[in-house]
């Protein structure tokens, strides 16, 4: 449970960030906060998850398509479409996110919380490395790449985390989280037309996360300008 013990200490530390430091750096800190979706609930979950057995270093290989774990998600993505209420949706994408990380190994899920309080310690780019180092043992799981994009929001490398968000939905283009993020990113680099692109892309995995059709409203002018 280490991810929510933390969750509290890591925002205090990015909004003091922010704080002290110029404008530029305030929005990328900002953002980060705002659009990873929780940073620290992923190694909370991949706390739950883990396997009682000493840490090894060699990768667990992603779920194939029709193991049990591969069906479970793909029966949550369609809930999670349908899902009535915000607070459903939300138990929804809790359950993906536990089962998106059922696969890590216990070295990689050490790696992912010392990330964790390399960004509690304001070390943005220390966790980054070791977001890398996670990903070199296994690349091939999807919300490492997801992770270390939040981690490379944080510090200020927005590039770097378009193209790790690209990585992650490679490997699972069904998750929300990764789509919501992505268009952030891209709004904060003024790519309106990408932005909403990825934008709808998320919507259409998890309508709750835009029920007015605010969000939608404002990212299409921003591509396309005010309608006349």
Do not use: C, Y
Request: glycine share 6%.
């Amino acid at each position: 449970m280490v991810g929510l013990a933390l969750t509290g200490k890591l925002i205090m530390m990015i909004m003091h960030k922010a704080r002290s430091l110029g404008p530029r750096r305030n929005g990328f800190l900002f953002l980060g906060l705002s659009t990873a979706l929780s940073i620290t609930a992923v190694p909370a979950a991949w706390a739950d998850t883990a396997p009682k057995t000493q840490p090894t270093p060699l990768a667990a290989p992603a779920p194939a398509a029709g193991t049990g774990t591969a069906k479970q998600i793909a029966l949550l993505v369609k809930q999670l479409a349908q899902a009535p209420t915000p607070e459903e949706a939300h138990t929804l994408q809790e359950r993906l996110e536990a089962l998106r990380a059922a696969h890590l190994s216990p070295t990689t899920q050490l790696l992912v919380r010392r990330a964790e309080k390399d960004l509690i310690s304001e070390k943005p780019d220390d966790a980054v490395d070791d977001m890398g180092d996670a990903l070199a043992l296994q690349p091939d799981q999807a919300i490492l790449w997801r992770t270390r994009a939040q981690m490379r929001l944080v510090a200020g490398n927005l590039k770097g985390a378009v193209a790790d968000l690209g990585e992650a939905l490679m490997r699972d283009a069904e998750d929300a989280q990764s789509w919501s993020l992505l268009a952030s990113v891209e709004e904060h680099l003024n790519d309106g037309q990408a932005a909403l692109k990825a934008w709808q892309k998320a919507t259409a995995l998890n309508p709750m996360l835009d029920r007015s059709h605010k969000r939608s409203d404002s990212l299409r002018i921003k591509a396309f300008g005010q309608p006349t």
